[in-house]
């Protein structure tokens, strides 16, 4: 596809059960980025990969959130032991690094996946 | 530290009305940019313009302009004649030079209602 996909679409699941958000950012972005988008907090960074390394994960709220990206590609968003207030949509973006390496251009943004903690 | 501000919360116009939406920064470095996107109601982030902060040229782009002011840390977004399409969830961006990788810093988004 064109554009950065996102899967599940939805999700729902219990207190204190683990989830896996998954992404597939637009095909040569080398740059991608986990953002979360809910009512109290607004639109907040969480993780940031260049390539399949992570220079920047300050934005992860807890050691419940881990992700990793292989191959350059697909990257995974994985909430263990989920709690009500992880309930959010989870945006992932990715894109293609200036002349310097370094990533200011625009940021292209998936559907998202909604997160619902019961 | 690192702040964007978008004060209007919501706005509500009647088609055809020009309708500015404010933008407010914060930031210590002197190499940043600026981003404007669009959330129209089915949810995904449509980006619309990026500004550097050494260009304070303003953009002008169909019904769309920006004005970047730096000596005010302001990046307004002006739409003229608005029309019921323009109706979503606005929201302002900054990224820092020294962050890698330059993750966006939003502000809260200002909802825009265009009434026919």
């Known amino acids: 596809g064109a554009g950065v996909s996102q899967s599940p679409s939805n999700k729902v699941t219990e207190k204190g059960k683990d989830v896996e958000l998954r992404c597939d950012p637009i095909?040569?972005?080398?740059?991608l980025y986990w953002y979360r988008q809910s009512l109290g907090q607004g639109l907040e960074f969480l993780i940031y990969?260049?390539?399949?390394?992570?220079?920047?994960k300050s934005g992860l709220p807890s050691d419940r959130f881990s992700a990793e990206r292989t191959g350059g590609s697909v990257s995974t968003l994985t909430i263990q032991r989920t709690q009500q207030e992880d309930s959010a949509v989870y945006l992932c973006?990715?894109?293609?690094?200036?002349?310097?390496?370094?990533?200011?251009?625009?940021?292209?943004f998936g559907p998202g996946t909604r997160l619902t903690v019961l | 530290a690192q702040k964007v501000t978008q004060a209007q919360t919501e706005i509500s116009v009647v088609e055809k009305e020009d309708v500015t939406l404010d933008c407010v920064y914060e930031?210590?470095?002197?190499?940043?940019?600026l981003f404007w996107y669009k959330q129209p109601p089915s949810g995904e982030l449509v980006f619309l313009i990026r500004?550097?902060?050494?260009?304070?040229q303003n953009e002008i782009s169909g019904r769309y302009s920006w004005n970047f002011q730096k000596s005010t840390s302001s990046f307004n977004f002006t739409i003229t004649a608005s029309q019921v399409v323009d109706s979503a969830v606005y929201f302002c961006?900054?990224?820092?030079?020294?962050?890698?990788?330059?993750?966006?810093?939003f502000g809260q988004g200002t909802e825009l209602s265009v009434k026919p």
């Open positions: 973006a990715s894109s293609f690094p200036g002349r310097s390496g370094q990533s200011y251009n625009e940021q292209f």
């Open positions: 095909s040569g972005h080398t740059a």
């Open positions: 990969f260049q390539g399949n390394s992570a220079p920047d």
């Open positions: 930031t210590r470095d002197t190499t940043y940019y």
């Open positions: 500004r550097n902060s050494f260009d304070e």
């Open positions: 961006a900054l990224s820092e030079a020294y962050n890698p990788g330059g993750k966006l810093i």
